[in-house]
């Protein structure tokens, strides 16, 4: 990822920005190693904040120490986004880019609340929604994560595959919707063919939520072939996507190599095979010559 990283946002030549990109971007050192573990430890625990601030009772008892902690968390937040921007020569990209704005929502909701006050206009928009955004701190978990990356990267090569599948089942939805639509009808509470569809989606994804419930022996008929349907329905997206991840990892991994001989001999290249040669079969009068000349050769 750090080749990529650095023709993406131009890693420095030298200088105490190339040292703090380094450490920032980069894990192969044992700087960057340890601010990669301690900004993950920072991430959880404010996620972890934020799920605790949202239950009344705890957020009663801890409101004081989770206002202290949400102020500290954003402030490392903050001096890490400036170290972000300052050690890269393309800082408006790495802004713009995905990860960018994820470091950007992680901070910000914490500003808004504070400096965009009601104002009169609370009756609008409930500004304490906007805490609720620091759930996107998660994501930064994202870049740490090498299997992340590759299932977002199998989604990607898999969008067209996906997108005819998702169109497909739309199309099963509307036609089934309005077929129960039709059985059933605005007695059964099939009012119309919106709600009838939506019913169709639930039963596909689920087994219904039980507030649409056909009553005809034709209707349960229909929804007992859609609840069949939706285990199928569930697989494919899960197929495709596999098939893709199966397909680009035997792309990415290596060719095999031999085994090499242990010891000495792992360290000498094998000299190659020659297949040996058949001895040549001698004649008695062949062989009663050469003992001859053997025997004078002896004298």
């Known amino acids: 990822?750090?080749?990529?990283?650095?023709?993406?946002?131009?890693?420095?030549?030298?200088?105490?920005?190339?040292?703090?990109?380094?450490?920032?971007?980069?894990?192969?050192?044992?700087?960057?190693?340890?601010?990669?573990?301690?900004?993950?430890?920072?991430?959880?625990?404010?996620?972890?904040?934020?799920?605790?601030?949202?239950?009344?009772?705890i957020r009663e008892q801890w409101r004081a120490v989770f206002n202290v902690?949400?102020?500290?968390?954003?402030?490392l937040f903050t001096l890490e986004y400036i170290a972000r921007l300052s050690c890269v020569n393309k800082p408006?990209?790495?802004?713009?880019?995905?990860?960018?704005?994820?470091?950007?929502?992680?901070?910000?909701?914490?500003?808004?609340?504070?400096?965009?006050?009601?104002?009169?206009?609370?009756?609008?928009?409930?500004?304490r929604i906007l805490r609720?955004?620091?759930?996107?701190?998660?994501?930064?978990?994202?870049?740490?994560?090498?299997?992340?990356?590759?299932l977002v990267s199998a989604v990607a090569a898999s969008r067209r595959k996906i997108t005819v599948f998702v169109g497909f089942v739309m199309l099963v939805v509307l036609v089934m919707g309005t077929l129960m639509y039709v059985v059933e009808g605005p007695p059964h509470g099939f009012t119309s063919i919106p709600?009838?569809?939506?019913?169709?989606?639930?039963?596909?994804?689920?087994?219904g939520f039980g507030d649409l419930v056909p009553k005809t022996d034709l209707g349960r008929a229909i929804a007992s072939v859609m609840m069949l349907v939706g285990w199928g329905v569930l697989a494919v997206p899960t197929g495709i996507v596999t098939a893709e991840m199966a397909r680009r990892g035997s792309d990415d991994e290596p060719a095999a190599l031999p085994v090499a001989q242990r010891g000495v001999l792992s360290m000498v290249e094998p000299a190659p095979t020659v297949p040996a040669v058949p001895a040549k079969r001698l004649t008695p009068a062949a062989?009663?010559?050469?003992?001859?000349?053997?025997?004078r050769g002896a004298r």
């Open 1 to 57: 990822m750090s080749s990529t990283t650095d023709s993406r946002f131009d890693k420095p030549a030298h200088g105490w920005r190339r040292t703090l990109f380094t450490v920032i971007f980069e894990a192969d050192t044992r700087a960057g190693l340890m601010f990669d573990l301690a900004l993950i430890a920072v991430i959880v625990a404010s996620v972890l904040v934020v799920i605790l601030d949202s239950v009344q009772s």
């Open 69 to 75: 902690l949400e102020w500290v968390f954003t402030a």
């Open 92 to 127: 408006l990209r790495y802004a713009l880019s995905f990860y960018g704005v994820i470091d950007l929502l992680a901070l910000l909701p914490t500003f808004l609340v504070v400096f965009a006050p009601e104002m009169g206009l609370g009756y609008l928009i409930d500004v």
């Open 132 to 150: 609720l955004l620091r759930v996107f701190r998660i994501f930064k978990l994202s870049r740490y994560s090498v299997e992340y990356r590759a």
């Open 195 to 207: 709600v009838a569809v939506y019913w169709a989606i639930s039963t596909m994804a689920t087994v």
């Open 287 to 295: 062989r009663r010559r050469a003992l001859a000349q053997h025997r």
